[in-house]
């Protein structure tokens, strides 16, 4: 059985204060959880509540088990799944651009929706790691989280100042602009280096367009359509910047 | 000064049930009403609420100045823009789809935020209508006109049993499936027809497919990713179709 103090701790991790000050996040969720066992690469697991009478991850965890009513408590879904997990925030020091591989560079991006689909693309798409200004929502987001499909677990996300790491970078950088570049379908795109994408309604910040030598637009076919949501856009070059490299074979239905 | 009862008429409608017994949904927002008074399209505004001393939208029409701390009852955004529209919803004929355009169709896809941004995506691609299975996410629901930016004025939606539609379609008919597909880099895609995409987790569904012979799908580059969120498999499979096709001019800086 929970305590109140246990139950007032795993609540305040909603909370961005209160995930900094313990150092602590929540993940939700079966599928995630077993993955999360499985392959924890910097992630550790510090307790694990699994409601009873419900499927648990598929491998073996110590773990707590609690009643529906405990893990509605402490669930943050409106619909829980059955499996909480409190986890550690890793400290894993920025590494920087190699070369041969495909990075990207997020510029304020503020909606956890959004940051978190573009890591679950990013994952599809073999990106080694995703950098994220400082100003971008928080990685350890709930919101954040959910959307990301357990991508969080397969691709490191920095965040460091965007200027700095541009400047210095020798691989080929790339920016998704909507005025004033080339267009996607007619540009020759590298297989290697850093694409940049900005803020939801600002774009990349002008002081970062500096540094971000070929700027690609994707065109539209309508006159008076709005612009592209960012995850849409990141979704499109990612595609784009992955078209011509011979993709995994397809596994086999299971 | 609003009545009480003209305020819990406009909350009402934040629900499915009251939106269909008024015939009345809100669009909130000064750019989309700006839009919607200047090119309506089938909609009717039957109520124009404008917040006192807030920029209103850019044209001329009849409305209702309110106080901030009304505008904030009856607004459901957590930070309201200053301009709420009661709109009629209209009732458009189903059109079957025309030789020449590109249409898609949604089978089941219940979360308003990707229904809102495959609309978006609609209008930005040059989409002619898009058709929804009547178990989509409804149209008119907030978070859905929210997240299409407009794109609702510009984009025909039209629930209807797409099973029949498909059948009787003489234009190609492709499909977005995660497996045994066609691999969508290595396919000759049409100018034209109907591209169906399914619900978020069980895809197109098993009846729908008999009537679709072309299936694609999106390679991954990663071992063990995640499925891609549809709205992202829409933005790809769309830009996809267009790439052959000559975009408009960029439109200038303005």
């Known amino acids: 059985m929970l305590s109140k103090a246990q139950i007032q701790h795993i609540k305040s991790l909603e909370h961005k204060k209160f995930r900094q000050e313990f150092g602590e996040f929540i993940v ?3 599928k995630i959880i077993t993955e999360l066992i499985n ?3 910097p992630f550790r697991i510090k307790n694990l509540y699994l409601e009873e009478g419900f499927p648990g991850p598929a491998v073996d965890h110590p773990a707590e088990y609690i009643s529906a009513k405990e893990m509605e408590r402490i669930s943050s879904q409106s619909t829980p799944s059955g499996a909480l997990a409190v986890v550690e925030i890793p400290k894993v020091p920025v590494t920087m651009p190699q070369q041969g591989k495909l990075y990207l560079a997020l510029d304020g991006v503020r909606d956890p929706g959004n940051f978190g689909t573009i890591l679950r693309l990013a994952d599809w798409f073999d990106i080694a790691a ?3 200004s400082p100003d971008c929502v928080e990685l350890y987001n709930p919101k954040t989280i959910q959307s990301t499909m357990g991508a969080i677990l397969r691709v490191p996300v920095h965040y460091t100042p965007l200027a700095p790491l541009l400047q210095g970078c020798s691989l080929p950088v790339t920016g998704s602009v909507l005025l004033g570049g ?3 379908n007619n540009t020759p795109l590298p297989c290697e280096g850093i694409i940049v994408f900005g803020n939801e309604s600002q774009g990349i910040s002008r002081e970062l367009l500096e540094h971000i030598p ?3 637009y994707i065109p539209s076919y309508r006159r008076g359509s709005e612009s592209l949501n960012v995850a ?3 979704a499109i070059i990612c595609a784009a910047f992955r078209r011509n490299r ?3 074979p397809m596994q086999p239905d299971i």
Chains 1, 2 share one sequence.
């Open 232 to 234: 849409t856009a990141a």
């Open 214 to 216: 070929v700027r690609l």
């Open 246 to 248: 011979p993709p995994l």
């Open 39 to 41: 392959a924890p690469g």
């Open 28 to 30: 939700e969720g079966r």
């Open 182 to 184: 080339t267009d996607i």
């Open 130 to 132: 995703v950098y994220a």
